[in-house]
Structure formats: structure tokens, C-alpha cells
């Protein structure tokens, strides 16, 4: 089966995250004063043929601990979602 | 003595570092394409600065995949020499080699100056022709040298000795002020448990001759030379 895989990866709470406070500042900036904290990662999506949607979940979480994620300074949050069949968008 | 520089695609301090050991080391120097399996029996490995694979999805995370980084690991285990500067520190700590991570500078700038760190730990293979507590001049270049560990990891890093060079200001104060990037405890360089890999975010091998502005990087080599003859005797 083909699936389509979204990983997030985010700087993990409490790290000091540079681009989240600059972004946040700018936003501050443009009158947006409600603006709190402000995190910055990253969005990877892929396709995956897999067996299953729990095969395929275990296989991006293996990605990600290997290569997509450092562990000492992100987190990772996978989504797992079926791909439409050909034809169908 | 034997130098092996490994380049990656991106690499590009891959000749300073070619030249440092050529001259400081007078060591038969060459260079290994990451693609090769190779090390040729070096004496010392060095990973060069630069932009491997463009830094794309984090600096170092596709270098260490690279095919030679199998043959580095084992290196490391065995209990050869490796020297990591800027990328190649990037690298080493991608690949477990060392512990910690480096993140993007706290001012989000690259920065590209002369620096000053201090020797905290001269007994260590790679800072013998120092003396404790020595202050250094040299270049830094990068936009990614915060370094980053969990407090446990940096607790044990402080009291095992290494880490090996911490930013100062000129009089030797580890200062914020004087800390370029955000590290964590002004931390500039460590080494491995096993006292045989170091990694490092500023460039001594551009700091090895008069008419590049500084000197103070040529102990670092001559560290490596004295360690190496050590051995071979």
C-alpha cells in the first residue's frame, strides 16, 4: 500500500531557539502583540509503500531517529495517512 | 606519519587543512573522497570545515552517512586520532562521536572573525605544546556553532576535562560577551571520553602561520606530532 507520511520536527522545549525568538520579535513588531512563545521546525513529507499504516509509521520512525531528527535537539511527531488512489486527488 | 583529510562534497577548508599538516606536521598528507572506503592507515584523520551536502536538513546529518564515515567510526574505535574542525566537528557530533549537538548561532548571524579561547585542558593529545589556561587567537567562520547538550551531558563533559577550549574575551574571561555563537558554557571545542577525537567550531588550522594573522593554532599540530612520535617509539 502507499501511504503519505508527514513528519514535524521541532527544536525541543526548552532548547533556546533563535529563529522562533526572532520570528516572534518581527511579529511583535508588525502589531501582533498577543504573540507568545514562537517555535520554528520543519515539515517533511514523503511517500511510503508499506504493508500497513503501523508498518509504515514504525518505518518513518526508524527514518527519523537514523537521519530526519537529531534526538538531542528536536522532537518528532509523525502523521500516517493513506494515499488516494490514482485518478483521485 | 600518515594524514588522511576526508572531503565531502562542500568541504572547502579541506586545503588549509591539507597544507597545516603538510607543514606543521611534515606528515605524508592526502586527501579521501567520501565516496572511497579507504583510510589508507593514517596516523590522524581530519574532517574539514565547510558546507557538506549544503548543510541541508541539519549541518553534518548527510556527511555522516557518507560511505568513508563507516571506516572514520571504526578508526574512532580503535582509538586512532580524529580531528573535527567546524563542519567536521558538525560531523562528529552527528555520527555519536561526540556527544551534543550544534544548532544555529544564538544571534542567527554567521560570524566570521578572530576569536580568543582558552586551553582548559592541556593534557589532552591534541593541546600538550600549550599551557593551561593559555589564550588563543583564532578565526572562527559559521552559522551553526551553538553548541547544545543536556545538563547531564555538559555536567560531565566540565568535570571530566573535555572540554578542551572555552571562548574568552582577551583577558581570559569566559564571558557572554566573548562567546560568538550562544554555546553552553562557552564551550568552543571537547574531546571524547577516550581522549582521541576532538572537535572544534574555530579553525586553527588558518591560525599555523605569521602571514595568516595568528600562530596560535600550530599547537594543536604540534600536540598531534609530539603524540604521534609517542607512539611510533
Request: aromatic residues 8%; glycine residues 10%; proline residues 5%.
Amino acid at each position: 500500500m502507499e501511504f503519505e507520511v508527514e513528519v514535524r520536527i521541532t527544536p525541543r522545549p526548552g532548547l533556546l531557539d533563535p529563529q522562533g525568538n526572532a520570528v516572534a520579535n518581527a511579529l511583535r513588531s508588525l502589531d501582533f502583540p498577543g504573540v507568545g512563545d514562537v517555535r520554528v521546525g520543519r515539515l517533511v513529507r514523503l511517500s511510503l509503500a508499506a504493508d500497513s499504516a503501523d508498518a509504515a509509521r514504525e518505518e518513518t520512525d526508524r527514518m527519523c531517529r537514523k537521519l530526519l531528527a537529531n534526538p538531542v535537539i528536536e522532537d518528532f511527531d509523525i502523521r500516517v495517512r493513506a494515499a488516494a488512489p490514482a485518478g483521485e486527488s | 606519519m600518515r594524514v588522511a583529510v576526508v572531503t565531502f562534497p562542500g568541504s572547502n577548508c579541506d586545503y588549509d587543512c591539507y597544507r597545516a599538516a603538510r607543514e606543521v606536521l611534515d606528515a605524508d598528507t592526502y586527501y579521501v573522497w567520501h565516496r572511497q572506503h579507504d583510510l589508507l592507515k593514517p596516523d590522524l584523520v581530519i574532517l574539514p570545515g565547510g558546507f557538506s551536502y549544503g548543510d541541508y536538513l541539519r549541518a553534518g546529518a548527510i556527511a555522516r552517512f557518507s560511505p568513508i564515515m563507516r571506516e572514520v567510526m571504526e578508526f574512532a574505535a580503535a582509538g586512532g586520532l580524529i580531528l573535527g574542525i567546524c563542519n567536521g566537528f558538525q560531523v562528529l557530533c552527528e555520527a555519536g562521536l561526540l556527544p551534543g549537538a550544534l544548532v544555529r548561532n544564538a544571534s542567527l548571524q554567521f560570524r566570521g572573525e578572530d576569536v580568543f579561547m582558552r586551553v582548559e585542558n592541556a593534557t589532552t593529545i591534541f593541546t600538550t605544546a600549550y599551557a593551561p589556561g593559555q589564550v588563543l587567537r583564532v578565526p572562527i567562520a559559521h552559522g551553526e556553532g551553538n553548541f547544545v547538550a543536556d545538563v547531564d551531558t555538559l555536567a560531565a563533559l566540565d568535570d571530566t576535562g573535555q572540554v578542551v577550549f572555552r571562548y574568552v574575551d582577551a583577558a581570559g574571561d569566559a564571558t557572554p560577551e566573548a562567546n560568538p555563537n550562544g554555546s553552553m558554557l562557552n564551550i568552543a571545542g571537547i574531546v571524547n571520553g577516550g581522549g582521541n577525537v576532538l572537535g572544534l567550531m574555530p579553525h586553527p588550522e588558518r591560525a599555523v602561520d605569521a602571514l595568516l594573522g595568528s600562530t596560535d593554532g600550530r599547537g594543536v599540530f604540534e600536540s598531534i606530532k609530539s603524540a604521534i612520535a609517542g607512539i611510533a617509539r
